[in-house]
């Protein structure tokens, strides 16, 4: 019986935090920093060795502009679930506090890992911009434009923009 009540303590524990962390999550997309963090808070520590605990308490300090906290974060999800979504957050971080080396070597994992993402190869675009790599801009402007499209979305549409503006800007500066 004592074992029985140990469990079904567990497991409210468990969904309850579970709920706190949709919430907080909710919160997220609708913007209200405030919100997300009190839901994060309230959730069960029990659950603080997950994924989607430490990827949305990243979020947070992402959206707070705490880059070192939010890689902190990103690097426990990250050590429980490797993916190329949070490699490129973690690179986004990285590029906030001005580590383009490190940036660089995340945004490469994801690619190389699932290379269907359209962003990490948008934020590489936009790298190789930044440092005046035309060829490297290019190359990735082409890659983006050129890359078969699974789910449409006005993301995808907004990458794919962003590389055919960065061609027709080349191709405009080499007519002059």
Excluded at 52 to 62: A, T
Excluded at 67 to 72: I, S, V
Excluded at 89 to 98: D, E, G, P, R, T
Excluded at 129 to 158: H, P, R, Y
């Amino acid at each position: 019986m004592v074992v029985f009540c140990l469990v079904f303590i567990f497991i409210s524990v468990q969904g309850y935090s579970q709920t706190q962390l949709k919430k907080s999550k909710g919160s997220l997309i609708n913007e209200d920093l405030i919100g997300g963090r009190k839901y994060l808070n309230k959730s069960s520590r029990f659950i603080a060795t997950s994924e989607f605990f430490h990827n949305i308490s990243g979020d947070i300090y992402m959206r707070e502009k705490k880059y070192n906290q939010a890689l902190k974060e990103y690097y426990k999800a990250y050590k429980y679930a490797p993916n190329p979504k949070l490699a490129t957050k973690m690179a986004v971080c990285y590029i906030n506090l001005n580590n383009e080396k490190k940036a660089f070597s995340k945004l490469y994992y994801a690619v190389n890992h699932t290379p269907s993402l359209f962003r990490p190869y948008y934020i590489l675009m936009s790298m190789y911009s930044k440092q005046g790599n035309k060829q490297k801009t290019i190359e990735t402007a082409n890659i983006i434009i050129n890359k078969k499209i699974k789910i449409d979305s006005d993301e995808v549409l907004f990458y794919k923009n962003k590389a055919l503006e960065i061609l027709k800007s080349y191709q405009n500066e080499n007519k002059k």
